[in-house]
């Protein structure tokens, strides 16, 4: 929950924009939401998005356990943003057709550098979805003309240190 300096962002973020891209095209712009007033009203979209979701699409929600996140969101508990202090969200051209990829290829990159900065990062699935579907969230957040948001990513200063990385299983390969 403590908050980073702005400069450590916007360094982590010049890291993210080497990532490669469709014709190198360099699609991906950048939204922070730094100011905590202002991450508090985006988790408040989430969680109005995840109420509309539980009343008009039930089968959806209940797959994405979304009576369970509103509950805890009204009794105070963050499990939309797990209390971190920022989100950084890739977006880019609906029209143009690399965006998507080129988004989602950056915010891995500002993923696996985050901890070269002592950051711990998250995916912020429930956000991006959200900021994609629910008109009062992409009003609010006020992203250019044109733009769709591809990938949301919280930030902040990790609460645990991890003595080895996540199990995985092997993986799946085919050759011919």
Same mark, same amino acid.
């Not at 979701?53 to 939309?80: F, K, L, S």
């Not at 998507?100 to 002592?118: K, Q």
């Given at each position: 929950?403590?908050?980073?300096?702005?400069? $450590?962002?916007?360094?982590? !973020?010049? !890291? *993210? @924009? %080497? *990532?490669? @891209?469709? /014709?190198?095209?360099?699609?991906?712009?950048? %939204?922070?939401? /730094? &100011? $905590?007033? #202002?991450?508090?009203?985006? !988790? =408040? %979209?989430?969680?109005?998005?995840?109420?509309?979701?539980?009343?008009?699409?039930? &089968?959806?929600? $209940?797959?994405?356990?979304? &009576?369970?996140?509103?509950?805890?969101?009204?009794?105070?508990?963050?499990?939309?943003? #797990?209390?971190?202090? /920022?989100?950084?969200?890739? /977006?880019?051209?609906?029209?143009? $057709?690399? @965006? %998507?990829?080129?988004?989602?290829?950056?915010?891995?990159?500002?993923?696996?550098?985050?901890? =070269?900065? &002592?950051?711990?990062?998250?995916?912020?699935?429930?956000?991006n979805a959200a900021a994609m579907f629910w008109p009062p969230m992409k009003e609010d957040l006020a992203l250019p003309a044109g733009h769709e948001p591809y990938a949301a990513m919280m930030i902040g200063r990790p609460k645990y240190r991890y003595q080895r990385l996540p199990l995985r299983k092997p993986p799946e390969m085919t050759w =011919?």
């Amino acid at each position: 929950d403590q908050a980073v300096e702005k400069d $450590r962002i916007e360094q982590l !973020i010049k !890291i *993210a @924009s %080497h *990532a490669p @891209s469709g /014709h190198n095209r360099q699609p991906v712009c950048w %939204h922070v939401i /730094h &100011e $905590r007033d #202002r991450l508090d009203a985006m !988790i =408040s %979209h989430v969680a109005d998005w995840m109420r509309y979701m539980i009343a008009e699409q039930p &089968e959806a929600a $209940r797959a994405m356990n979304m &009576e369970r996140v509103v509950a805890a969101y009204e009794a105070g508990i963050d499990t939309i943003c #797990r209390g971190a202090p /920022h989100v950084i969200c890739a /977006h880019g051209l609906k029209q143009d $057709r690399t @965006s %998507h990829a080129a988004c989602v290829i950056a915010m891995t990159y500002l993923d696996l550098a985050a901890p =070269s900065f &002592e950051l711990g990062t998250c995916w912020a699935g429930f956000f991006n979805a959200a900021a994609m579907f629910w008109p009062p969230m992409k009003e609010d957040l006020a992203l250019p003309a044109g733009h769709e948001p591809y990938a949301a990513m919280m930030i902040g200063r990790p609460k645990y240190r991890y003595q080895r990385l996540p199990l995985r299983k092997p993986p799946e390969m085919t050759w =011919s």
